[in-house]
């Protein structure tokens, strides 16, 4: 896993040549809406993008992480699937489900049954390389990939191209400091429980963080929002309170944040510290949401990786989900 973490600032050259090359089409009807479906870090990259494109879309963008798909599926429907190994259950459910409800589908696979699906059907689709080996190491070829479906559904303009290639400059120029920081926190998040706040647009910077520690590290973390967890979660900073000293907080700014977000993330830190002996802060670098997202993404990588190293634990095994995966195919 480490060598693929070191890996992404590559991983994100060969996505945005893959995007270029690719020459999918699309001849379906104006889309009303676009649902992109994917689990785990595919899901994860289809949050990114519907962050990134909240303000750039005229339509709709909806996140399926499910079998069934919602009723509002139908001809007019961009249905983006993307699944890493392309034989992710609940993913290929819903493609099968989209396809009866004759909705635009296009898929974003290595290989497996997605792609049989895609080719026997002739549905736009992008191949990823599949030599990766770990799905989760795969989240750039994700989002940039679905990024150019977008583009080439006529739904986004060409302006993200550029912030792909300013993001690679940016992590190329922060690469060191970036090992340095990354070390620094998992040093605090060792046998804590890390309670990790983002506002609600950078939530999936925060879930991929998350999600990492949990199945790079083997360690749980906690992820909530700005600003709805002042209308609830802020309450429950009392108990149980044995479990408050084993905390260590990580609030997430970035320039996209609302202005009032910032003010309630600085006014609830407070609070954290009268509980929490590691309350930390950290800013995200860059000018575009691009930008800060993929320096956020990387940084976290490598949290994840340095804490599996202090954790003693093998970033590159996932026995219990492959357990849970055995389990169901005998189900």
């Not at 991929?208 to 790079?216: A, E």
């Not at 976290?300 to 095994?317: I, K």
Request: charged fraction near 20%; hydrophobic fraction near 45%; charge should be negative.
């Amino acid at each position: 896993m480490k060598q693929l973490v070191e890996g992404f600032i590559q991983q994100l050259q060969h996505a945005t040549q893959l995007g270029e090359r690719a020459t999918v089409t699309f001849s379906g009807p104006r889309y009303n809406n676009v649902v992109i479906a994917g689990m785990g870090s595919a899901g994860t990259a289809g949050d990114l993008v519907k962050s990134y494109v909240a303000d750039k879309l005229a339509v709709p963008v909806f996140i399926h992480k499910d079998y069934d798909v919602p009723a509002f599926v139908g001809f007019d429907t961009l249905f983006i699937a993307a699944s890493f190994s392309g034989n992710t259950e609940e993913t290929l459910a819903a493609v099968r489900a989209a396809l009866k409800n004759d909705a635009t589908l296009t898929c974003i696979t290595s290989d497996g049954e997605m792609l049989r699906i895609a080719q026997e059907n002739n549905l736009p689709h992008l191949i990823i390389p599949e030599d990766l080996g770990q799905p989760r190491a795969g989240l750039g070829y994700m989002v940039v990939a679905t990024l150019y479906m977008l583009h080439h559904a006529g739904l986004l303009d060409d302006t993200f191209k550029t912030e792909l290639a300013q993001s690679i400059n940016l992590l190329r120029e922060q690469t060191g400091s970036i090992k340095v920081l990354s070390s620094a926190l998992a040093s605090a998040f060792q046998g804590k429980l890390p309670v990790l706040y983002a506002s609600s647009t950078f939530k999936p910077v925060a879930l991929r963080l998350q999600q990492q520690l949990n199945v790079n590290a083997g360690q749980l973390a906690h992820v909530n929002v700005f600003p709805e967890m002042n209308h609830n979660e802020l309450e429950g900073w009392q108990n149980p309170q044995q479990l408050l000293s084993q905390l260590a907080v990580l609030l997430i700014y970035t320039s996209y944040d609302h202005p009032r977000v910032r003010l309630r993330m600085d006014i609830s830190t407070a609070v954290f510290k009268e509980k929490v002996g590691d309350v930390m802060t950290i800013e995200a670098a860059g000018a575009t949401f691009l930008e800060q997202a993929f320096y956020l993404i990387h940084l976290f990588d490598w949290v994840s990786v340095h804490l599996a190293e202090l954790n003693n634990v093998d970033p590159d095994t996932t026995d219990t989900i492959n357990d849970l995966k055995d389990k169901l195919s005998k189900a």
